[in-house]
């Protein structure tokens, strides 16, 4: 007899009838013998509507009551499943995240889990039901209502596996799994059996919005391995994991992100200090910045450097904004709409000539790279939006195919 | 310094707007200087909604289960009324039944309250924050979510008025107070500044929907004085309590109940224990029987008895059901529609008349009495529906006006 948690996103419990489907599907898995622990997410679309109601009374609501509300959202789709599984017949019993023995630190809206005491996890396991627990919340050590932030459900997944020391942990989203690239812009991805949590954590940072970083860097730590598979088909999806058999696969997948600036500021005076100045700005925005350049230094009476980095698109503005009028010395600002092609595999580690590939492929398509960042398992480049997708194509079939 | 505790229901709540309204009439009460424990219900429509969805799930879902779906409601209203309160500068904390120290049995869906260790409640008050409570809830002794059943909210304030020995207890509603007739029927009704817990009780059980009894019993049990408001108009409403000042007042007020049915059993077998089959019939499932009056035996070979009584119209089917079939005897069995007058007042325990004054007034009207019914506080007389409602006019003129 296995322990299985599995966990199902907003989509998959979008509604009554898919609800009902995801009862359906716990109940076969049920049926096969499994001790049973299910986290789920609230219902496709009330997390949002919660906050509307919430900016209703208060442009700004204290984050207190905002884990408050929204943290009914996930305790109202975890009573509707135990009902549903009765209806089939499976003893089910919800749990709310308090309930659940999850005690968190109390930044609300974005709390990190502090410990879990899974007492009557177990105890309901041990009398035979299917334990339901309400993803994406906890509370502190003083009885306050806590939520985890995006992508909280999954973190309640995995947390909940570390301290059960499940033998299965499956992520059911509304994708097949993880792939090569994105399918619907390079027909030829394919789908991936496994990958290793490093590569998870790049692709996570590369645009590839299969999960947060946070749950990927708790399995991490913990060495939970866990599957993401599709709540809709039923079939096997991708196992993420340590690295296992790995020698043989050199670049495990290829990402494209066409939501990225590139902010150059020219002229910066080339003094210490100044780097630190302009990323201090940043931060205090809280903008991440990814890939970042500096050009050599123009001499002169006064040195002065060209200093360029990437932001989402999405902070162009508050990146801007953040930059002018702090005395830096710049003589003048650009932001430029760039795409960000990333390259993710393990195998880099040991083998040169990734990155040459890359080069040799994109120079075949005219493409000019403008800006290069790589680590050990990562390399990305930034390139003009036109020609990205062709790039994409081209790179993975050159690298993956 | 005064400790007030208000609650207010579904329709004060009813959405963002009135929420908005609730916050405003919260923040005077807290501007004035007092210490404030608001409890709310769900807002308008949310609990039918919910069990909508529950119903979508399963016809008959588990009540644990119900409770923790059902228990949302509050919960959001509850973190609204806080944010908007917050907009208004006024420091204000939410709190689920549980965490409000509600200790409850395990009956869920209509669970009873234990206890109330309302720690967290008193620390919030001296730190000068408004505490808003879900009404309705509570939890078990081992963390299971429980409700209490219709007009759990009223009873939520009313123990926590209790408990916390509050000096007001505020039950703000849709109607400005109690009335000595539904105004909509008698224009010559007049609201009442007070009134006694056994009038209240009796006025509950006969037709005017202003509490449920449990609430008014809790209140009289813990000497609980409360006032009865309305949430819209801001008007003084009626207090609830002891009866003070009463010697001169005989007749409190006059209801008029339409959604009465009279049942009579033809030809019963008059031999012990015919009575009692009949009414453990009504009770297995769950019937309220009201005014129950058995007629002089027909002497014979086998003596018979007619036996009529009254239920509540939504009643009529289940109880003819449960009547038939049972080898109780009778020769046959009709179900009239009929309307039940009440008269209700302490002051009639010292006092004779009254009853001569009712059957004059229906006299005078040409109504005919089908059944009567006295207790020491209330005289309820069973009349034909065409004539109910110049009838209640006319009593209400004689006794009340």
Redesign the interface.
């Known amino acids: 007899m296995s322990l299985v948690v599995q966990k199902f996103g907003g989509t998959s419990v979008g509604d ?1 009838e898919r ?2 489907r995801v ?1 359906g599907r716990v109940a076969e898995s049920h049926a096969l013998g499994h001790q049973l622990v299910v986290v789920v997410s609230a219902m496709g679309g009330v997390t949002d509507s ?1 906050v509307q ?2 900016k ?4 700004a ?2 984050s ?3 884990d ?2 929204l ?2 959202g996930e ?2 789709t ?7 599984l ?2 089939l017949g499976v003893r089910a ?2 749990l ?1 995240g308090p ?1 659940a023995g999850i005690v968190t630190d109390g930044v609300h809206t974005k709390a990190r889990i502090v410990n879990i005491t899974p007492t ?1 996890i177990v105890r309901l396991l041990d009398a035979g039901e299917v334990v339901i627990v309400a993803g994406f919340q906890g509370q502190t050590a003083d ?3 806590t939520t985890l932030g995006r992508g909280g459900s999954d973190l309640t997944a995995v947390a909940l596996s570390a301290v059960l020391k499940a033998d299965v942990c499956q992520i059911f989203t509304d994708v097949d799994g993880i792939f090569t690239a994105d399918p619907r812009r390079v027909p030829d991805a394919k789908q991936l059996a496994e990958i290793a949590y490093d590569e998870l954590l790049e692709l996570a940072g590369s645009g590839a919005k299969v999960m947060q970083l946070r749950s990927v860097e708790l399995a991490k730590r913990f060495g939970v391995v866990f599957e993401v598979r599709s709540s809709i088909t039923g079939l096997p999806g991708t196992t993420v994991g340590e690295t296992t058999q790995m020698e043989e696969v050199l670049v495990r997948a290829v990402t494209l992100d066409v939501n990225q600036v590139k902010v150059t500021l020219v002229g910066l005076p080339d003094t210490p200090g100044t780097a630190a100045r302009v990323f201090r700005a940043l931060a205090d925005r809280a903008i991440s910045v990814d890939v970042i350049v500096q050009n050599d230094s123009h001499h002169g009476p006064t040195p002065t450097t060209d200093l360029s980095f990437t932001v989402e698109a999405a902070d162009r503005d508050s990146a801007l904004s953040a930059l002018d009028g702090r005395g830096l010395g710049w003589t003048h600002i650009t932001a430029e709409p760039i795409a960000k092609l990333t390259v993710v595999g393990v195998g880099m580690r040991s083998h040169a000539g990734v990155a040459a590939t890359i080069f040799e492929t994109l120079a075949s398509l005219g493409v000019n790279i403008a800006m290069i960042s790589t680590s050990e398992i990562r390399i990305a480049v930034v390139i003009a939006r036109e020609k990205s997708e062709a790039a994409l194509c081209a790179v993975h079939a050159a690298l993956v195919a």
Chains 1, 2 share one sequence.
């Open positions: 009554a609800l009902k009862a919660l109601l919430a209703q009374m208060s442009p609501p204290p207190r009551e905002l408050m509300l943290a009914t305790q109202t975890c009573a509707l499943l135990a009902m549903a009765a209806e019993t919800s709310t309930q009557d009885g306050t209502l």
